[in-house]
């Protein structure tokens, strides 16, 4: 298993898991329900989770949440699966360029 997406509105971690899905990759959630349980943890392990079942499926997932990802939204980074802040053009984490989308 292999995390690919995670963000702390739960809408975007869903709507990311079904779009994986719908190329055929199995997925499973993580934290779906641990919303509001914040406190032992930090909020941010908290945040909702999309794993791909099989690791060999890991690289087209992300492909699949980087190129479905509009700009209102973070972008994934293709290379470290960081979630990056829509205005940026390079992953904070290890630089590596957004993938362009065709309008
Ligand atoms: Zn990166």
Redesign the pocket.
Known sequence: MKLVHSNQNNILVHNAKNLIEAQGIETALKNEFVQGGVGEISAIDSWPEVWVLNDADYERAIKIIATTNDNAVDWV?E??A?PNDPSFEI?W??Q?EKAVTEQ
């Open positions: 980074c290379q470290c960081e992953c984490n290890c590596h």
